[in-house]
């Protein structure tokens, strides 16, 4: 195996240490277009710098010309694999360094050949995970005796948290206004979680691990009985008057704020409903997936976020129309996702 890469380059202390060529980067293209990140592709190219596999220029035009992060990761393995058989070889040594993750998907930790990744994520042996049926997945949900109060209270409780740079809390149930329906639910027995206790769980007082970490909440579920539309003329309202501002009083020391850096998407307004399509699922994710997929490494959470309600606020079904809401924001800095950044010691 491949053991260690230095400013002066590669070097093995193994007999079978596996020799790359550009045919393995050709081989690996798509998945490494695919998965590699932009910080990784940055990554690369400084240390390709180093290794005089590229120059200034070579490094400056695949940053510089290519718009996307995916014509980015093109231009680079395209630019090295055209060099041969020594610059593949450095470049595949300096992947190992940066992304051991990627690495191995793409298949070259093995012995063997290196074969493009594969669609679904992999396990640690190499075999693709087993797609549950949608029946399966629900089923197996709905078996889960674990109550969404007791998992949140679980997983503030999780060794890694304190390592950790930000979480996302994603609930996907039936709900009325403030809270969310377990699936006991019944009018005798109204198993309920207030949506509010996920802002105490995870906030300063009772997850200190998480302080001045974003904290982004995803909710997809109803808020009410009504739909989400009306008839409007084109005459302007009346305003009510603007309540005046209260002089401020509580200016007390604190040392931390019980409720910062949080940021949540809900699936609609008050009083309202969410729509799902059967065999397609909920307005919401769909579009959250649609959005973050391409994007997530691009656009801070709050523009996401605002794009997704732009495609939800557009989505048209007679009268049937939904308006996600950002609510509770109190994130002080931009947060950006980067995909594909693992850390390699764990």
């Known amino acids: 195996m491949l053991q260690e890469v230095s400013q002066g380059g590669l070097r093995t202390n193994s007999p079978r240490a596996r020799r790359f060529s550009d045919k393995d980067l050709q081989s690996v293209r798509p998945g490494f277009v695919d998965k590699v990140s932009t910080e990784v592709i940055k990554q690369l190219l400084d240390g390709l710098l180093v290794d005089g596999v590229l120059n200034d220029g070579e490094k400056d035009s695949v940053l510089e010309e290519n718009p996307t992060r995916?014509?980015?990761?093109?231009?680079?393995?395209?630019?090295?694999?055209?060099?041969?058989?020594e610059a593949s070889r450095k470049m595949i040594a300096r992947l190992q360094e940066l992304d051991q993750t990627l690495y191995c998907e793409l298949g070259l930790?093995?012995?063997?050949?290196?074969?493009?990744?594969?669609?679904?994520?992999v396990n640690q042996r190499g075999l693709?995970?087993?797609?549950?049926?949608?029946?399966?997945?629900?089923?197996?949900?709905?078996d889960d005796p674990k109550a969404v109060d007791e998992a949140v209270m679980e997983f503030i409780k999780h060794p890694k948290l304190k390592h950790t740079d930000s979480v996302f809390v994603v609930i996907m149930s039936h709900g009325k206004l403030g809270k969310i329906l377990g699936v006991n639910w019944t009018e005798d027995n109204p198993d309920e979680f207030p949506i509010n206790n996920i802002f105490k769980h995870l906030g300063s007082k009772s997850c200190p691990?998480?302080?001045?970490?974003?904290?982004?909440?995803?909710?997809?579920?109803?808020?009410?009985?009504?739909?989400?539309?009306?008839?409007?003329?084109d005459s302007p309202n009346t305003a009510d008057d603007v309540p005046q501002p209260e002089d401020l009083e509580a200016d007390k020391l604190q040392f931390v704020h019980p409720e910062k850096d949080f940021i949540s998407l809900l699936s609609c307004t008050p009083d309202t409903v969410s729509y799902r399509q059967p065999d397609r699922g909920s307005l919401l994710i769909q579009y959250v997936v649609k959005v973050f997929s391409p994007e997530s490494y691009v656009e801070h959470i709050y523009e996401l976020f605002t794009k997704v309600m732009q495609l939800v606020e557009c989505f048209r079904s007679c009268e049937k129309l939904?308006?996600?809401?950002?609510?509770?924001?109190?994130?002080?800095?931009?947060?950006?996702?980067?995909?594909?950044?693992?850390?390699?010691?764990?």
């Open 109 to 121: 930790s093995s012995d063997k050949p290196a074969q493009p990744a594969p669609a679904e994520p």
């Open 322 to 346: 939904q308006m996600p809401t950002i609510d509770r924001c109190t994130l002080i800095k931009s947060f950006y996702l980067f995909q594909g950044l693992q850390d390699n010691n764990h």
């Open 209 to 233: 691990e998480l302080i001045n970490k974003p904290k982004v909440i995803i909710i997809q579920a109803c808020r009410g009985e009504q739909r989400g539309s009306v008839l409007v003329s």
């Open 128 to 142: 693709a995970p087993p797609v549950p049926t949608v029946k399966e997945f629900w089923m197996s949900k709905t």
């Open 70 to 85: 995916a014509d980015k990761a093109r231009a680079l393995i395209d630019k090295v694999k055209k060099k041969g058989h």
